[in-house]
């Protein structure tokens, strides 16, 4: 029987009898966690917006439960489920495992971290990532001389509609263009490489893309960078990459 969106279909006792109109059996619902170890051959996923129990692993455990077939039934718009796909959702990334010492807490976007993983750049702003802090410091040093300026983390919507946070958004004040920075961590990582191809592509789709093939004339841009093998910080490149893309200054790099 075709199911039509907007539709309701009320089904009575007698129809649902073995020798009935319609060849239902009863089902019962059950937590995500019920059914971990379970294997159903489809599976009809209630998803409510606003969980406070919702994470990445608990999404994960759902969608894994099925042979066949997972049908989600979502409150509200499903692209506001995308975010859980990231780390920063992620409760066992999360976890404070300190077997020797009681953490130090700090909140960061709402989440709670130990402080001994924050580092703080010069402007104050709490970040997980000692190049990122590198990276905003440089920048602080070509604010304070009125040529650029820069926020972090700063929400930004992609021509599909869907939101992203680029490490660090910039703007040249002579010229008015805008440079979107993202700095990589984990490209040994399979999941983490995908996901960054998505946003990559996301970004180009946008008419944003890699100053190695932006024009003269293109006013948004965007500067990757990424964690060299051996853990080493080269802060001299990130200054010189801001000289050269953003300041136009000449040198290579």
């Given amino acids: 029987m075709p199911v039509l969106i907007g539709y309701s279909y009320v089904f009575w006792p007698n129809q649902l009898k073995e020798d009935g109109d319609?060849?239902?059996?009863?089902?019962?619902c059950i937590t995500v966690h019920?059914?971990?170890?379970?294997?159903?051959?489809?599976?009809?996923?209630?998803?409510?917006?606003?969980?406070?129990?919702?994470s990445r692993?608990?999404?994960?455990t759902a969608l894994t439960r099925q042979e066949e077939k997972v049908i989600i039934?979502?409150?509200g718009e499903f692209h506001e489920f995308l975010k859980f796909a990231s780390d920063s959702f992620s409760e066992t990334a999360r976890r404070l495992t300190d077997l020797f010492a009681l953490p130090d807490l700090k909140e960061i976007s709402q989440k709670r971290y130990d402080s001994r993983y924050v580092n703080i750049s010069e402007r104050g702003?709490?970040?997980l990532s000692k190049n990122e802090v590198i990276i905003a410091n440089t920048l602080l040093k070509?604010?304070?001389?009125?040529?650029?300026?820069?926020?972090?983390?700063?929400?930004?919507k992609l021509s599909d509609g869907r939101a992203i946070k680029p490490d660090f958004t910039i703007e040249h004040v002579p010229t008015g263009r805008v440079f979107y920075w993202e700095?990589?961590?984990?490209m040994t990582m399979v999941e983490y490489r995908d996901k960054w191809e998505r946003k990559l592509e996301g970004y180009r789709q946008s008419g944003i893309v890699?100053?190695?093939?932006?024009?003269?004339?293109?006013?948004?841009?965007l500067i990757v960078t990424e964690e060299q093998p051996n853990g080493g910080v080269n802060s001299q490149y990130f200054d010189q990459l801001i000289k050269q893309v953003i300041l136009e200054e000449d040198g290579e790099y």
């Fill in 125 to 127: 702003e709490p970040m």
């Fill in 183 to 186: 700095h990589l961590g984990m």
């Fill in 73 to 75: 039934l979502h409150q």
């Fill in 210 to 221: 890699p100053f190695q093939e932006a024009d003269p004339d293109s006013d948004k841009i």
């Fill in 22 to 28: 319609y060849s239902l059996e009863l089902a019962y």
């Fill in 34 to 54: 019920k059914a971990q170890g379970s294997g159903f051959g489809k599976v009809f996923f209630i998803l409510p917006s606003g969980g406070s129990i919702l």
């Fill in 142 to 156: 070509y604010e304070r001389q009125g040529l650029i300026t820069y926020a972090y983390e700063d929400k930004f």
């Fill in 57 to 60: 692993e608990l999404l994960y």
